[in-house]
């Protein structure tokens, strides 16, 4: 169970000796099989904080791929940091942010404060405050780490999201997710948007929720803005009508690269038509933007479906994994297995869109034909096309690079 940090644990790490404690324990292995024995050791030099030190160098341990080098110098709770939003997420909201005056209303430990008071980021006031006093005293004392080299860290403090304790600044809510539920709706965050929003009538929040809500359902006015990093769907951000562009948009982050930005408004006349060389499987960010059609027209791929989000088309778009059509005909358990045993295949990955196949049962039911060595690996895609399931065989191509960003137009243009 994850350790529970207490006010005075934040103070004692945050003091001379709980820094010096840090320090000699970063040095340990920390894992498993040597925590009782580096706990020991700890224990000598922390007493009774021990657990709280232990805690805090594993947690930044964890921390450094989410949120880089700065937060080898931070304190957070197990949950906070799994809640935290990814430095690269954060730092494009920030950018969106830029020139804005915002209150983050639910800043936890500050991960998206952090980027937000980044200089060149927000560029106007930026404050913090959370129902929890322990991540307020843990943002304070990540935030004073001038994280991205923030000169003065902004002002964090305990209040209620719920109610209006800052004058002038436009609020923005990241929410904690409600577990269970299977529709995800207004009410699968705490607090919910709709009391975010009878809270904040008179100036709309900008409002962080689960990429996978009913946004349609929402009916928010505004823009819903679907965010992606390296192929995972990341957040839907709700956009009041003070920032709003078009009403729909897809943000694809990629760690490695540049990424990739398309609207509603751009075009999406794409025809219906047979397979092409590659099956392409859309971001999760465009999907969930209902934007495949725009993504299609914009690198001349064509639907299999009018109804389906798989794409095919010549080639794949830079940066994308795709897969090279090899065969194809109606779903047959017997057709797949035959096409296994054909190519000598020992992995098989199998995706699946609007049919009843359940990967993990049919690989089973499949194993008596993949013989093969394990290297020699295929993509079993069963997709409904028209009123049935049809089989793709593939062979999976990595991504190619993307090309950089062309520079910036000069200001003015
Ligand atoms: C998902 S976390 C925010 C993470 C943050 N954006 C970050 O990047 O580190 C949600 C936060 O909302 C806080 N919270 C929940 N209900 C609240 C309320 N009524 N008022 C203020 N904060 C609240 C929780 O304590 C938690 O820290």
Same mark, same amino acid.
């Given at each position: 169970m994850a350790y529970r940090f207490a006010l005075s644990d934040v103070r004692y790490l945050t003091a001379a000796a709980g820094a010096e404690a840090l320090a000699a324990t970063d040095g340990l292995p920390l894992t498993d099989a040597t925590l009782l024995a580096d706990l020991t050791r700890v224990r000598a030099v922390a007493g009774e904080r021990a657990a709280a030190v232990v805690e805090t160098v594993r947690l930044?341990? $964890?921390?450094? &791929?989410?949120?880089?080098?700065?937060? =080898? /110098?931070?304190?957070?709770?197990?949950?906070? @940091?799994?809640? +935290?939003?990814?430095?690269?997420?954060?730092?494009?909201?920030?950018?969106?942010?830029?020139g804005v005056g915002v209150h983050d209303l639910t800043?936890?430990?500050?991960?998206?404060?952090?980027?937000?008071?980044a200089p060149g980021a927000a560029g106007g006031l930026v404050v913090g405050s959370d129902l929890d006093p322990v991540r307020v005293l843990m943002a304070r004392h990540n935030l004073a780490q001038g994280m991205n080299g923030a000169e003065r860290p902004p002002r964090v403090f305990v209040a209620d999201a719920l109610t209006r304790t800052t004058r002038g600044l436009l609020g923005y809510a990241d929410?904690? $997710?409600?577990? &269970?539920?299977?529709?995800?709706?207004? =009410? /699968?965050?705490?607090?919910?948007?709709?009391? @975010?929003?009878? +809270?904040?009538?008179?100036?709309?929040?900008?409002?962080?929720?689960?990429?996978?809500?009913?946004?349609?359902?929402?009916?928010r006015p505004g823009e819903v803005e679907l965010v992606s990093l390296d192929g995972v769907a990341r957040e839907a951000v709700l956009w009041p009508a003070e920032l709003a562009g078009p009403a729909r948009r897809a943000t694809v982050l990629r760690s490695d690269g540049p990424g990739e930005a398309l609207t509603s408004d751009d075009p999406d006349d794409v025809p219906v038509g047979p397979p092409g060389e590659y099956l392409i499987d859309p971001d999760p960010a465009?999907?969930?933007?209902?934007?495949?059609?725009?993504?299609?027209?914009?690198?001349?791929?064509?639907?299999?479906?009018?109804?389906?989000a798989y794409l095919t088309g010549p080639a794949v778009p830079p940066g994308v994994r795709g897969f090279r059509i090899l065969d194809h005909a109606p779903y047959r358990e017997r057709t797949v297995a035959?096409?296994?045993?054909?190519?000598?295949?020992?992995?098989?990955?199998?995706?699946q869109r609007g049919t009843p196949v359940v990967p993990d049962e049919l690989r089973r039911r499949l194993r008596p034909a993949l013989t093969g060595p394990t290297r020699q690996a295929a993509t079993l895609v069963i997709a409904r096309i028209g009123r049935r399931p049809d089989a793709?065989?593939?062979?999976?191509?990595?991504?190619?690079?993307?090309p950089p960003a062309p520079p910036a137009p000069p200001a003015g243009r």
């Amino acid at each position: 169970m994850a350790y529970r940090f207490a006010l005075s644990d934040v103070r004692y790490l945050t003091a001379a000796a709980g820094a010096e404690a840090l320090a000699a324990t970063d040095g340990l292995p920390l894992t498993d099989a040597t925590l009782l024995a580096d706990l020991t050791r700890v224990r000598a030099v922390a007493g009774e904080r021990a657990a709280a030190v232990v805690e805090t160098v594993r947690l930044r341990r $964890r921390a450094a &791929g989410k949120l880089g080098p700065a937060a =080898a /110098a931070w304190l957070f709770t197990d949950e906070a @940091l799994q809640q +935290a939003t990814p430095g690269p997420v954060a730092a494009h909201r920030a950018a969106r942010l830029a020139g804005v005056g915002v209150h983050d209303l639910t800043c936890s430990i500050g991960a998206d404060l952090a980027a937000l008071a980044a200089p060149g980021a927000a560029g106007g006031l930026v404050v913090g405050s959370d129902l929890d006093p322990v991540r307020v005293l843990m943002a304070r004392h990540n935030l004073a780490q001038g994280m991205n080299g923030a000169e003065r860290p902004p002002r964090v403090f305990v209040a209620d999201a719920l109610t209006r304790t800052t004058r002038g600044l436009l609020g923005y809510a990241d929410p904690a $997710r409600r577990e &269970g539920g299977r529709r995800i709706t207004s =009410a /699968a965050t705490v607090p919910s948007v709709d009391e @975010l929003d009878a +809270a904040h009538a008179g100036r709309p929040p900008v409002l962080r929720v689960p990429p996978g809500i009913d946004y349609d359902a929402l009916a928010r006015p505004g823009e819903v803005e679907l965010v992606s990093l390296d192929g995972v769907a990341r957040e839907a951000v709700l956009w009041p009508a003070e920032l709003a562009g078009p009403a729909r948009r897809a943000t694809v982050l990629r760690s490695d690269g540049p990424g990739e930005a398309l609207t509603s408004d751009d075009p999406d006349d794409v025809p219906v038509g047979p397979p092409g060389e590659y099956l392409i499987d859309p971001d999760p960010a465009v999907v969930r933007a209902h934007l495949v059609r725009h993504w299609a027209a914009r690198h001349g791929l064509w639907l299999l479906d009018p109804h389906l989000a798989y794409l095919t088309g010549p080639a794949v778009p830079p940066g994308v994994r795709g897969f090279r059509i090899l065969d194809h005909a109606p779903y047959r358990e017997r057709t797949v297995a035959q096409w296994a045993r054909r190519d000598g295949v020992g992995t098989l990955e199998i995706k699946q869109r609007g049919t009843p196949v359940v990967p993990d049962e049919l690989r089973r039911r499949l194993r008596p034909a993949l013989t093969g060595p394990t290297r020699q690996a295929a993509t079993l895609v069963i997709a409904r096309i028209g009123r049935r399931p049809d089989a793709f065989w593939c062979r999976a191509v990595e991504p190619a690079p993307v090309p950089p960003a062309p520079p910036a137009p000069p200001a003015g243009r």
